[in-house]
T-cell receptor, first 107, second 114 residues
Framework: AQRVTQPEKLLSVFKGAPVELKCNYS??????LFWYVQYSRQRLQLLLR??SRESIKGFTADLNKGETSFHLKKPFAQEEDSAMYYC?????????FGSGTKLNVKP | NAGVTQTPKFQVLKTGQSMTLQCAQD?????MYWYRQDPGMGLRLIYY???????DKGEVPNGYNVSRLNKREFSLRLESAAPSQTSVYFC?????????????FGPGTRLTVL
């Protein structure tokens, strides 16, 4: 069965510090993975997807099939990065979301 | 384009009452979804519709029904509301364009069942 785990409910870092939000998944095939972000008073929106190998707002995420992980990283956190982050896996029309990590970037 | 719209934004029900949450999208997407968001549990899929005329259960369908009225609209109905259904409900549609399987979310409906 598909499952997405985000072990940290809350992650607090200082501005300028590196940040890593962890995501682990269980899936038997080739997964399609995403990071979604929800800023305060805004809609949930796509941040990035592993297939695109993109960097959005300085964030990157690498799929590690051996460790079944898709951690989200940014070398220098900014205050505007404070938000709720969700890791999600797509399979046959359905998305499976992790429980989310709240990132708090302190000035 | 409005994207995905949901009504109402807020609702308070008494146990046993019924209501329908409305969702519409103007992006010509085939797939639409209903989620509930609870603290510490992330988003859980209630029902989805892969195309007009089809609906399927997600992880937590009990106590809910859905209708895919047409390609644009996908409604969620609570027949007899219970306090356990207090949650924030999100509707989403899925595109298959430039960014692949990207979901577009509505603003959410905050439902309280007393």
């Amino acid at each position: 069965a598909q499952r997405v785990t985000q072990p940290e409910k809350l992650l607090s870092v200082f501005k300028g510090a590196p940040v890593e939000l962890k995501c682990n998944y269980s899936y038997s095939g080739s997964p399609e993975l995403f990071w979604y972000v929800q800023y305060s008073r805004q809609r949930l929106q796509l941040l990035l997807r592993h297939i695109s190998r993109e960097s959005i707002k300085g964030f990157t995420a690498d799929l590690n099939k051996g460790e079944t992980s898709f951690h989200l990283k940014k070398p220098f956190a900014q205050e505007e990065d404070s938000a709720m982050y969700y890791c999600a896996l797509y399979n046959f029309n359905k998305f499976y979301f992790g429980s989310g990590t709240k990132l708090n970037v302190k000035p | 384009n409005a994207g995905v719209t949901q009504t109402p934004k807020f609702q308070v029900l008494k146990t046993g009452q019924s209501m329908t949450l409305q969702c519409a999208q103007d992006m010509n997407h085939n797939s639409m979804y209903w989620y509930r968001q609870d603290p510490g549990m992330g988003l859980r899929l209630i029902y989805y519709s892969a195309s007009e005329g089809t609906t399927d259960k997600g992880e937590v369908p009990n106590g809910y029904n859905v209708s895919r009225l047409n390609k644009r609209e996908f409604s969620l109905r609570l027949e007899s509301a219970a306090p356990s259904q207090t949650s924030v409900y999100f509707c989403a549609s899925r595109g298959t364009g430039g960014r692949g399987n990207e979901q577009f979310f509505g603003p959410g409906t905050r439902l309280t069942v007393l």
